[in-house]
């Protein structure tokens, strides 16, 4: 079979995002033979776990075509809690490891509650909280450094075997869960229908609402599970924690192939390689010696680019699909 112009256009753009990241890679390698040092390309990882976490969560997210830009605060006040119950309050770890969750789960049970009942659209209601939630961990840590006990941050430094770090290790079965959740469950398979058309759905008899609902939750409890995972490797929840980890996320979870419009994308390996790329390049940056101050610029112009290429790729996709759908013999 002679393959087309449609046909290689095509494969680039459903490969877009591994085709980005091995791109990347052999770049930053060129430009510095250390970035290829597996020291480096543990801390990438090992560095990229906590972000990859929340991504996850934004890519459920994202595939109903909804967007949760709160989950930076929720990682600040789920944590902090957390802390100031450890610290503060003497609850041990194994107490205070569940109540950082359930605030993240309920976090995202407001979220969800103003957009399925009030019928706000996402963007509105997650900015609102993003404000409120980062207002409100400043109030219960009360604007101060809260730090977590040493045996939480032996925690985050050993290893499994002795050789993954315990940050990569959970990440990986988040990933896993998330992808036997999305690509194995009936309700993994309605949430790319809600994204793909909510009202076509519901006419298909999925409760859209419970579908969204269940999102929501699930972005709220790992945007937790991310905000504790990085304090164990930190050490300490502080005023700026979580802050701008959202547009990470975002990025991370477009950079993978997952589409804002909803209904595209995926968890593994679409996610993982858009996060990892995120963390990459910052670690390349460094290596290449780019300006400190020139940084934040290059990230920006990176989430730019992603949000533009969806965008470009959903409508080009869709358009030569359409070009090689072959009509019906009578």
């Known amino acids: 079979m002679k393959l087309s112009v449609d046909h290689i256009t095509l494969f680039v753009l459903r490969h877009m995002p591994i085709l ?3 791109g990347v890679f052999v770049l930053f390698g060129l430009l510095s033979p250390r ?5 480096s390309l543990e801390n990438i990882v090992k560095q990229a776990s906590y972000i990859g976490i929340v991504a996850v969560g934004m890519t459920i997210v994202l595939l109903t075509a909804g967007i949760d830009l709160s989950v930076g605060a929720n990682m600040y006040l789920s944590a902090g809690i957390a802390g100031v119950l450890m610290q503060e309050v003497g609850v041990p770890i194994w107490i205070a490891f569940p109540a950082c969750i359930v605030v993240g789960v309920l976090f995202g049970a407001i979220n969800a509650f103003a957009i399925t009942r009030l019928r706000i659209i996402p963007f509105i209601v997650t900015l609102a909280t993003l404000v409120a939630g980062r207002g409100l961990g400043l109030l219960v840590t009360g604007s101060r450094a809260v730090p977590y006990p040493d045996e939480l941050i032996r925690f ?11 940050p990569v290790v959970i990440f990986a079965v988040v990933v896993i869960l998330a992808h036997i959740f999305l690509k194995r469950t009936q309700l993994g398979r309605q949430i790319y229908a809600v994204g793909h058309d909510q009202e076509a759905a519901r006419k298909a008899g999925i409760d859209t609402d419970r579908v969204l609902k269940v999102v929501y939750l699930l972005c709220g409890g790992l945007a937790a599970l991310a905000g504790f995972v990085s304090v164990t490797q930190l050490g300490v929840v502080n005023a700026g924690f979580g802050e701008g980890d959202e547009f990470d996320a975002i990025a991370a979870a477009v950079l993978g192939g997952a589409s804002l419009f909803g209904g595209r994308g995926d968890v593994f390996p ?5 996060t990892v790329l995120i963390q990459m390049v910052g670690v390349g940056l460094v290596f290449t010696q780019i300006d400190l101050y020139l940084q934040p610029l290059v990230i920006a112009l990176i989430i730019l680019m992603a949000v533009w290429l969806d965008s470009l790729r959903t409508a080009q996709i869709e358009i030569r699909e359409r070009r090689h759908i072959r009509p019906r013999k009578k």
């Open 20 to 22: 980005l990241f091995i």
């Open 35 to 39: 970035f290829f040092e597996y020291q």
């Open 156 to 166: 985050g430094a050993s290893r499994l075997w002795g050789v993954i770090p315990i």
């Open 270 to 274: 679409g996610t993982v390689l858009g």
